[in-house]
């Protein structure tokens, strides 16, 4: 038994220092350093070119020294991306091709020649038959795609034998298994024994398990998730593996015909066949004006004959974080959204050879978004939208705790305090608490346990 897992390590070109510094404390840094000490452990890894530029200019660069290390000796390997984390089905093709360029020489400043991707990571995991044409012309043998862009595939523990193949480009396409990477993401396989317990007879079988989740959810948005996944990684019933290594062990290759997906795609969305709603919804008046906007600032560079400065700030200004954060599905953040909507109106508005008409246009759709989201959250809508889907995601999530053994619960919370125990030790009391809360959830499900 094979377990692929793979990792995305991701911040935005806007980021503050202080977040950058605290998610790497928290995820990046626990992450490297546990597979440094368990070099049998593979992971298959995207780290965005933009957060190496970040982690240089924060003072970051023993992470940056780690990756070079892990890669040199061969347990992870770094994808192909896009540099500022756009999402790709949405932009012109030489766009596209640029982020990917921009990207590659941005990772070979940092690791050298350690840096020979074989795979491509689409941010947000937005798939396409597009973006997978650009990517097998670019030289990329697989790219990475959420199982639901496979229409038909079958049930996860009949698949892991074989190696798919996108029937309009030939490119490799390795499929997330959903399920079982929500699964572990959402906390609810914690523990070596539960790992093992949803694997079933898998573990025994010549198969792979496919795992692919953001690397913040370990230690970061999950406090003591880190050292639960090095506890998965350290089984001696599960070998991992690196994505690029599956083809040697599964000859087996089919070919398939996909759809559109991203992996925060849900089942509601699909039905709609809105594959990009968290980004690009139709009936999202704010998305509407974001991407109008996007779309001028993309053609004015393009059609400018001395865009200056204002092709760089492009390039930054296409990071897909902007769209996200106005969804309200359930994440909201007018900061975030006035913050795009800028980069974007002022790289317009560097452009020398754009028409007064086009700048004056830039403007609106700037003052437009902003009071737009100032409207939403003064009718309470933003409350209204979150609220909604943060109630589907919480009950997905809540639902399986109580249902777990008391020894495995009892396991998680141990691993809980013990990390907020050592981070007391160094009077990180922020953090502190909120481990300390994150056991006390798990020990409300313990109690319901016992029950």
Excluded at 257 to 262: D, I, K, L, N, V
Excluded at 363 to 378: C, H, M, N, P, S
């Amino acid at each position: 038994m094979y377990w692929a897992n793979f990792l995305h390590f991701y911040q935005p070109p806007t980021q503050k220092e202080e977040w950058v510094e605290r998610i790497t404390k928290e995820a990046y840094r626990p992450i490297l350093l546990g597979l440094k000490e368990n070099p049998k452990a593979q992971i298959t890894f995207n780290i965005n070119g933009v957060l190496f530029d970040l982690w240089r200019e924060f003072g970051q660069s023993d992470v940056i020294e780690m990756v070079g290390e892990l890669v040199s000796r061969g347990q992870i390997e770094l994808t192909g991306s896009a540099k500022f984390h756009p999402l790709l089905p949405k932009l012109p093709e030489d766009e596209i091709r640029r982020q990917i360029e921009l990207n590659a020489k941005t990772l070979r400043e940092y690791i050298g020649r350690g840096y020979q991707p074989k795979g491509f990571f689409p941010p947000e995991m937005a798939y396409d038959t597009n973006v997978a044409r650009v990517a097998r012309e670019m030289g990329f043998s697989w790219i990475i795609a959420d199982e639901l862009s496979f229409p038909d595939l079958p049930r996860a523990e009949s698949r892991g034998d074989r190696i798919y193949q996108e029937k309009e480009s030939g490119i490799t396409i390795f499929f997330r298994e959903r399920e079982f990477s929500y699964r572990i993401l959402s906390g609810q396989l914690g523990t070596g024994n539960l790992f093992l317990e949803a694997l079933g007879d898998r573990v025994g079988k010549n198969e792979y398990l496919l795992t692919a989740m953001d690397g913040e959810t370990f230690g970061h948005h999950r406090p003591g998730m880190d050292r639960a996944l090095m506890e998965l990684l350290k089984l001696d019933e599960v070998q991992t593996i690196l994505l690029s290594d599956l083809p040697e062990h599964f000859p087996q290759v089919e070919t398939v015909e996909t759809r559109p997906s991203t992996w925060a795609l849900m089942e509601k969305d699909l039905e709609k066949k809105v594959p990009f709603a968290r980004w690009d919804d139709p009936d999202n008046e704010i998305h509407k004006l974001q991407w109008e906007l996007t779309d001028l600032a993309i053609k004015t560079v393009r059609h400018s004959s001395k865009p200056g400065k204002a092709r760089e700030t492009l390039d930054r200004a296409l990071h897909s974080d902007q769209y996200w954060w106005a969804s309200a599905r359930p994440w909201w953040s007018l900061e975030m959204v006035e913050r795009g909507a800028y980069e974007l109106r002022e790289t317009i508005l560097a452009v020398e050879d754009a028409g007064d008409e086009i700048k004056q246009r830039a403007k609106e759709l700037y003052f437009a978004i902003v009071t737009l989201g100032f409207d939403w959250q003064r009718v309470g809508k933003v409350e209204q939208l979150a609220k909604q889907e943060d109630e589907e995601i919480r009950m997905r999530t809540d639902a399986a705790f109580p249902k777990l053994p008391k020894a495995e619960l009892e396991k998680m919370i141990a691993h809980i305090k013990d990390e907020m125990e050592e981070v007391a030790k160094h009077q990180e009391y922020e953090r502190a608490a909120i481990l300390r809360n994150r056991m006390k959830e798990l020990e409300a499900y313990h109690a319901e346990a016992a029950e």
